[in-house]
């Protein structure tokens, strides 16, 4: 199979499509099913990016070929990204959502001499598989690694962690145990769930009887945690006070409506929130909230792939278009702009973004409207994970 990859890879090379007027990029994510809000806010991001900057880069125009993964399945994710490669002749891989989705392609992109751009998935060992993937999303070590140090700050000493069974979430609990702990606070019990579950009752239950006074989660921003937050109010642990600390994947803006009086409070860290106050930011959301059509479901992952479509563009660049997957990944290594997010730059010897990561609190307008008002910044954040990775 990897004989026959290469020499269609290679008949594609030879019948010019690596040097075409068009430039195809191939985006991967869930486009439909359970999470189909996520790949909505890819391509209101990428939408986002055309409407602000236009569909050219110098004389080269860009296509986006976009396939479906409805949840995390990593052998159609590597099937796509391989017809892609072979059928499409995209010079450029990028979106996945999630991480088995995008480390199982990172398998064909030395033969397919073709870079990947992570708008999503938030795993460390990604970059680490690699060396022709570029991030620039954030990763779970990133955002988790604050939010214990503002835990053990407000007065817990005891905590307990509950996190989905996948490679984000185990990053999640190692990353908060390990700064809890460092901060001088104690895990008393970490507990992995089933990215199948539904029913938290019974786990809150667990909570409850460890004597923690602190919860950290992280599950995928999705319909789970919905019913996440809902059985923590539920099950009486607000009123107990037993302090609630997560990713932003929690308290994403599209679900704050649905989730309503129940979030008012909630402390999240995160790389973005919609209502991030910069001029930068109010241009983006302008115009990708024209692309998703409905304002209350723009979130994260919008500006992950807006930025995507930034280092895209500079990589398109610096190769004259033409395919060469090595050249395209140097010419980003150090990049710097200024992104709605705030500040932002590619690390040259991790090819991770660095970013300011915010203390958000889940807060109410005087119109009524939910949304997540940044507290505190953390400047210049790297990924900690990667020491983890490596060791």
Same mark, same amino acid.
């Given at each position: 199979?990897?004989?026959?990859?290469?020499?269609?890879?290679?008949?594609?090379?030879?019948?010019?499509?690596?040097?075409?007027?068009?430039?195809?990029?191939?985006?991967?994510?869930?486009?439909?099913?359970?999470?189909?809000?996520?790949?909505?806010?890819?391509?209101?991001?990428?939408?986002?990016?055309?409407?602000?900057?236009?569909?050219?880069?110098?004389?080269?125009?860009?296509?986006?070929?976009?396939?479906?993964?409805?949840?995390?399945?990593?052998?159609?994710?590597?099937?796509?990204?391989?017809?892609?490669?072979?059928?499409?002749?995209?010079?450029?891989?990028?979106?996945?959502?999630?991480?088995?989705?995008?480390?199982?392609?990172?398998?064909?992109?030395?033969?397919?001499?073709?870079?990947?751009?992570?708008?999503?998935?938030?795993?460390?060992?990604?970059?680490?598989?690699?060396?022709?993937?570029?991030?620039?999303?954030?990763?779970?070590?990133?955002?988790?690694?604050?939010?214990?140090?503002?835990?053990?700050?407000?007065?817990?000493?005891?905590?307990?962690?509950?996190?989905?069974?996948?490679?984000?979430?185990?990053?999640?609990?190692?990353? +908060?145990? =390990? *700064?809890? /702990? @460092?901060?001088? %606070?104690?895990?008393? $019990?970490?507990?992995?769930?089933?990215?199948?579950?539904? #029913?938290?009752?019974?786990?809150?239950?667990?909570?409850?009887?460890?004597?923690?006074?602190?919860?950290?989660?992280?599950?995928?921003?999705?319909?789970?945690?919905?019913?996440?937050?809902?059985?923590?109010?539920?099950?009486?642990?607000?009123?107990?006070?037993?302090?609630?600390?997560?990713?932003?994947?929690?308290?994403?803006?599209?679900?704050?409506?649905?989730?309503?009086?129940?979030?008012?409070?909630?402390?999240?860290?995160?790389?973005?929130?919609?209502?991030?106050?910069?001029?930068?930011?109010?241009? +983006?959301? =302008? *115009?990708? /909230? @024209?692309?998703? %059509?409905?304002?209350? $479901?723009?979130?994260?992952?919008?500006?992950?792939?807006? #930025?995507?479509?930034?280092?895209?563009?500079?990589?398109?660049?610096?190769?004259?278009?033409?395919?060469?997957?090595?050249?395209?990944?140097?010419?980003?290594?150090?990049?710097?702009?200024?992104?709605?997010?705030?500040?932002?730059?590619?690390?040259?010897?991790?090819?991770?973004?660095?970013?300011?990561?915010?203390?958000?609190?889940?807060?109410?307008?005087?119109?009524?409207?939910?949304?997540?008002?940044?507290?505190?910044?953390?400047?210049?954040?790297?990924?900690?994970?990667?020491?983890?990775?490596?060791?």
């Amino acid at each position: 199979m990897k004989k026959l990859f290469a020499a269609a890879v290679a008949l594609v090379a030879l019948s010019g499509a690596a040097y075409a007027d068009t430039i195809k990029i191939g985006v991967i994510g869930p486009f439909s099913g359970p999470f189909a809000l996520q790949g909505k806010n890819f391509k209101a991001g990428i939408d986002a990016w055309f409407a602000l900057n236009g569909n050219k880069v110098g004389s080269d125009e860009i296509q986006i070929v976009y396939r479906d993964v409805p949840q995390a399945d990593p052998a159609r994710s590597k099937a796509l990204a391989q017809e892609l490669v072979v059928r499409e002749g995209v010079q450029y891989l990028a979106g996945f959502y999630f991480t088995p989705d995008a480390m199982a392609a990172t398998a064909l992109l030395q033969q397919g001499n073709v870079p990947m751009v992570v708008m999503n998935a938030a795993t460390s060992a990604i970059i680490t598989s690699s060396p022709l993937v570029v991030r620039t999303s954030f990763t779970t070590w990133q955002t988790t690694t604050p939010i214990a140090k503002v835990a053990k700050e407000q007065g817990v000493t005891k905590a307990i962690t509950l996190v989905s069974d996948y490679g984000p979430g185990i990053d999640a609990e190692n990353a +908060f145990k =390990a *700064a809890f /702990e @460092k901060e001088g %606070g104690k895990v008393v $019990e970490t507990i992995r769930m089933p990215l199948s579950t539904n #029913d938290f009752a019974p786990l809150m239950q667990r909570v409850k009887d460890s004597g923690a006074e602190g919860l950290f989660t992280f599950l995928p921003s999705g319909p789970p945690t919905l019913a996440f937050v809902k059985a923590y109010n539920d099950n009486g642990l607000k009123t107990r006070g037993v302090k609630f600390y997560a990713t932003g994947d929690l308290t994403q803006e599209s679900d704050l409506p649905a989730l309503g009086d129940a979030a008012l409070g909630l402390q999240t860290t995160y790389h973005y929130a919609v209502s991030h106050d910069s001029p930068e930011n109010k241009t +983006f959301v =302008a *115009a990708a /909230e @024209k692309a998703i %059509g409905n304002p209350t $479901e723009l979130s994260f992952p919008a500006v992950g792939a807006f #930025d995507g479509m930034y280092v895209i563009s500079k990589m398109i660049e610096a190769t004259g278009g033409k395919q060469d997957a090595k050249k395209a990944v140097e010419a980003v290594k150090g990049l710097s702009w200024t992104s709605p997010r705030g500040p932002v730059s590619i690390d040259p010897d991790s090819r991770h973004i660095t970013e300011n990561i915010y203390l958000r609190e889940v807060s109410k307008d005087a119109n009524g409207k939910y949304y997540n008002k940044e507290v505190r910044t953390f400047e210049k954040q790297g990924d900690p994970g990667l020491g983890f990775v490596k060791k």
